[in-house]
């Protein structure tokens, strides 16, 4: 069996997460070999295959880890005892700054999401489908109780957000003037005052 740590205490699989991540990030998913991965995260393909079964799980678990995350945080949002407004522009708000913390992980998989096999590429789907899902019905609460306008619908307000969300990594830099913070506020403050009655 693996090891399943390395000298300082790093599971095996965040290794080749990590690895694969830096990888894809600057070569591309593509142009990528499991021998270049595991050679990176110093084990062998024995152990990759065995917490991974392929490279297309490796690629699946790059966006997953991320979007396990912002569900959770979410749903947390969502089910806390405040005022729709406030509710709304937390969700709005985080799912702007988990991307900017995740950036890498996004980008590669919105550049490769086409890889995937296409059983994984269903349940991606399913699991952001989720996720959307969740975030739209906070605005048709606010919405039925007259807090948000329904001039523009749901489904629309929220292509809009997550139409930002998703060009985060074509143009954000660590660097640059805003932090990810002021970013999210930003784009949060916009999805409000699109939804002001």
Known sequence: MPRTTDGDGTPVPQRLLAAATRLFAEQGYDRTSVQEIVEAAGVTKGALYHYFGSKDDLLHEVYARVLRVQQERLDAFANADEPIEKRLRGAAADVVVTTIDNLDDASIF????????????????????????????????????????TATPADLVVDYHFGSVHHLSTWYRPDGPMGAQEVADHLADLLLRALRP
Do not use: I
Not at 137 to 148: K, N, P, S, T
């Open 110 to 149: 919105f550049r490769s999401m086409h890889h995937l096999s296409p059983e994984k590429n269903k349940q991606v789907r399913a699991e952001r489908r989720r996720y959307h899902e969740r975030f739209r019905a906070l605005v048709e609460e606010g919405q039925r109780a007259g807090v948000f306008s």
